[in-house]
T-cell receptor, first 112, second 113 residues
Framework: GDSVTQMEGPVTLSEEAFLTINCTYT??????LFWYVQYPGEGLQLLLK?????DKGSNKGFEATYRKETTSFHLEKGSVQVSDSAVYFC???????????FGQGTRLTINP | NAGVTQTPKFQVLKTGQSMTLQCAQD?????MYWYRQDPGMGLRLIYY???????DKGEVPNGYNVSRLNKREFSLRLESAAPSQTSVYFC????????????FGSGTRLTVV
């Protein structure tokens, strides 16, 4: 079945550092890909998405490019802030079953 | 604001008690979902409803029942709560026009003692 594998956390960085959180997937067909963010004590919010190969999703300084050849959707940000501290989830859409398949989440902590 | 509303936000139950978690969305989405999130763990799908009138089991359905009351509402019932059901429960909805990307509710934090 479809699956998503994320970089194991936790990840700790200093403010203004460059961030990469790796995400790879296995899927039949051509899924849409998503990154969700969960701030402490809150629900998950959609951060960005890409619906086809070579699409780049972006939001709040975060970017991810849908790479079909490497089955990857890595999340990047050029300069992180303390407020980016959260758990990040990569997901793909299983459109046949009409639901998302989530990675296990990566906890990110940014120190001032 | 449009979105997914969950009630209650917090609940403490005694072992063996029953309760229903409520979820409603006002985005006219066809599909709705219930997940649980345990500390340090990711999301696990309990049940989902691809459309009004249908429900399907997810990966952890034991101990739960669901009702898709209408297109807007999808409730989760614990008939006899157990300490292992202590968790944060999230409801979500989606539709084809969102590529099945979810909109989540803010969660219900349930403690079973």
């Amino acid at each position: 079945g479809d699956s998503v594998t994320q970089m194991e956390g936790p990840v700790t960085l200093s403010e203004e550092a460059f961030l990469t959180i790796n995400c790879t997937y296995t899927a039949t067909g051509y899924p849409s890909l998503f990154w969700y963010v969960q701030y402490p004590g809150e629900g998950l919010q959609l951060l960005l998405k890409a619906t086809k190969a070579d699409d780049k999703g972006s939001n709040k300084g975060f970017e991810a490019t849908y790479r079909k050849e490497t089955t990857s959707f890595h999340l990047e940000k050029g300069s992180v802030q303390v407020s980016d501290s959260a758990v990040y989830f990569c997901a793909l859409s299983d459109q046949g079953a009409q639901k998302l398949v989530f990675g296990q989440g990566t906890r990110l902590t940014i120190n001032p | 604001n449009a979105g997914v509303t969950q009630t209650p936000k917090f609940q403490v139950l005694k072992t063996g008690q029953s309760m229903t978690l409520q979820c409603a969305q006002d985005m006219n989405h066809n599909s709705m979902y219930w997940y649980r999130q345990d500390p340090g763990m990711g999301l696990r799908l309990i049940y989902y409803s691809a459309s009004e009138g249908t429900t399907d089991k997810g990966e952890v359905p034991n101990g739960y029942n669901v009702s898709r009351l209408n297109k807007r509402e999808f409730s989760l019932r614990l008939e006899s709560a157990a300490p292992s059901q202590t968790s944060v429960y999230f409801c979500a909805s989606s539709a084809p026009e969102t590529n099945y990307g979810y909109t989540f509710g803010s969660g219900t934090r349930l403690t079973v003692v």
